[in-house]
């Protein structure tokens, strides 16, 4: 299954966002650890700039595990993240159209 994933942070969490990267990026690398895949992801700004959050397209074979994913984040376990929301995509949705994966590593279940 395929969800949007929509995280929005706190307000003025540059400094732990900035300190909290590097773990966020090997988190999406390696799946949450193989409870998701993630197809393509971005930070979210406003118009002047200032980080709101981020996005992902996940596929996961639950939500609970999509779930799992997106709460197992170092921004969200780090307190970064204010709310998580996740939509179900359509079933007809074209994930081969993402020609390269965000997520590297084989999810495990």
Request: proline share 3%; net charge negative; charged share 25%.
């Amino acid at each position: 299954m395929f969800f949007l994933m929509e995280c929005r942070h706190h307000p003025g969490q540059d400094a732990a966002r900035d300190a909290t990267r590097p773990a966020h990026r090997d988190w999406v690398r390696s799946g949450g650890n193989g409870l998701a895949s993630v197809l393509i992801g971005s930070a979210l700004w406003d118009d002047d700039g200032a980080a709101l959050g981020h996005w992902g397209v996940l596929e996961a074979a639950t939500e609970a595990e999509a779930r799992a994913f997106a709460e197992g984040d170092p921004f969200a376990a780090g307190g970064i993240v204010a709310e998580i929301r996740l939509t179900r995509l359509a079933d007809t949705f074209q994930a081969a159209r993402i020609a390269e994966r965000m997520t590297t590593e084989e999810r495990t279940t």
